[in-house]
């Protein structure tokens, strides 16, 4: 800000986004795409003090533990699967280091590539910490403190909040990323600790569970709740945790609340609590996971009369409007599901809205992904909300065992669940557990979106073998005539 209380023409933006995210940085691509002057503000930092677009999700989230996933997956497949399908291969032995280099190489790829894409679109990406200075004539003031300590100051018509969630801390287990690890040190351990335990039983805690336990490691979950994975249908999440736990070898112990992690020498002494008495594991490393919060710290939302609710979380309305005209929010940092898609299309809808169109998303057919093995995925409603709120309605199953493609692939754990209204036979959800659930997913996304029954899956022809035909027989089987089982 200059003296007069103006600023730098070339610090004025028709819209600034904060934040760097998949919220973010798509906000801020689509808005440029628009033809608004755009400007995107990031405080991500890698080693060498590099700025690094992204947010968690291409840094140290989705991104990076996919990566993992993938490669320790192909560790398992060689040890103990390749056999099955003739190829014999001796002594497989883990090279850690070279599949963490994947790992960050595929990390650098995307980061770039989104540096790339600001580039492309004339985005001006600014990196700092970004936070509110105050309303002034037709916007709203920001700064930008840089690492090195420069103070930018920005304007804009419009600014879009998108800074994600950082992890929930517990006082119990204080993260240093040493030997207590959050999702970012679960992700960049130096070697294959003997013991490890993982507070939390949730997405981030059987990813990163599953990842290790392949590589070597004795895995243990304390989960505090005493039903497993509360979010997803009871009848897959049942199947699910007897493959994790009988097929997979992981030690998932519900009911677990964590009292005390006591440090002894090299290992770690954590103290649960059970209904059924109480229990002490020792292990090397220690993973908190046990969930997110909104990321708000430093934004000086006061400044400018932006509020959050009792859980920190930035108050919007449904078109993701803050109480203040001109200020948006999308993401982690809104009410929702914690899931980089849906902050990616609420920045798109954002941008949109900002430039007169009727940008919305539709948060009945968002879908989940939980990426173990197999993976779980669903979207739209489960059992046993259907049964809370009193709708009526038809189940059809089918497994993938009895599907070609699964057999073929040797991957024929689980199945495929629709369910659809008893009257109308609309779909009201589909819910998949087995290989490349988060692919097949997508076609119960599409149907829903476009007001689909289960009749309307069951008519549409699917390739021959294909892992898809499973949910084409779950569709039929909601009217009792699956073809193959």
């Known amino acids: 800000m200059n003296a007069d209380g103006t ?7 028709d819209v600034v986004v904060v934040g760097g995210g998949p919220g973010g940085y798509i906000a801020a691509i689509r808005a440029a795409q628009l033809g608004l002057s755009v400007a995107c503000v990031d405080a991500w930092t890698v080693a060498g003090g590099k700025p690094s677009l992204g947010g968690t999700c291409l840094n140290v989230g989705c991104i990076p533990s996919k990566a993992l996933l993938e490669s320790s997956e192909n560790y398992e497949r ?38 790339y894409l600001f580039k492309k679109n004339k985005v001006t990406a600014f990196h700092g910490v970004g936070s509110f200075t105050g309303p002034v004539e037709g916007g709203f003031a920001l700064q930008v403190t840089t690492p090195q300590g420069e ?17 929930r801390p517990i ?18 351990m130096s070697e294959v600790p003997a013991r490890l335990g993982v507070i939390g039983a949730g997405v981030i805690g059987l990813e990163m569970g599953s990842v290790w336990k392949r590589l070597g490691s004795e895995v243990t979950l304390l989960e505090a709740l005493d039903e497993f994975l509360p979010a997803a249908d009871s009848q897959v999440a049942g199947e699910a945790l007897k493959i994790l736990t009988r097929d997979q070898g992981l030690d998932i112990r519900l009911g677990a609340k964590v009292t ?26 220690l993973v908190v996971a046990v969930g997110r919060m909104p990321n708000t710290a430093g934004l000086n939302l006061e400044a400018v009369g932006v509020t959050v609710d009792a859980r920190g979380f930035i108050e919007v309305d449904p078109n ?5 005209a001109g200020i948006w929010a999308v993401g982690d940092v809104v009410r929702g599901p914690m899931l980089a898609h849906k902050a990616e299309e609420e920045g798109v809808a954002v941008a949109e809205q900002i430039a ?25 409603q489960n059992e046993q909300q259907l049964r809370a709120r009193n709708v009526a309605y038809r189940v059809g199953t089918f497994p993938f065992a009895a599907n070609g493609r699964a057999r073929s692939l040797g991957e024929t754990r689980g199945f495929v669940k629709v369910l659809a209204d008893a009257a109308t036979d609309r779909l009201l959800g589909v819910h998949i ?14 149907a829903m979106e476009f007001g689909a029954c289960s009749e309307d899956l069951a008519r549409i022809v699917h390739a021959h073998p294909s892992l898809a035909e499973v949910v084409h027989e779950a569709a039929l089987a909601v009217d009792g005539r699956a073809l193959n089982l």
């Open 7 to 13: 600023f730098d023409m070339t610090q004025q933006f």
């Open 78 to 115: 060689a040890r103990h699967q390749f056999a099955e399908h003739g190829v014999l291969v001796d002594k497989v032995t883990l090279d850690l280091s070279r599949m963490l280099s994947r790992k960050d190489r595929i990390v650098g790829q995307f980061t770039g590539g989104v540096a």
């Open 151 to 167: 103070a930018i100051a920005l304007a804009a018509r419009h600014v879009i909040v998108a800074t994600g969630s950082v992890p």
């Open 171 to 188: 006082a119990v287990a204080p993260v240093d990323n040493t030997r207590i690890l959050d999702n970012a040190g679960a992700l960049a």
């Open 260 to 285: 005390r992690v006591e440090r002894k020498g090299k290992q770690l002494k954590v103290y649960y609590s059970r209904s059924d008495g109480d229990g002490v594991l020792e292990v090397d490393k």
């Open 320 to 324: 993701c409007r803050t109480g203040v």
């Open 356 to 380: 007169g169109q009727h940008g919305h998303v539709d948060f009945n057919t968002i879908p989940w992904v939980i990426y173990t093995a197999p993976e779980l995925a669903w979207v739209g």
């Open 433 to 446: 557990l087995g290989p490349f659930a988060s692919e097949l997913i997508t076609e119960a996304v599409v």
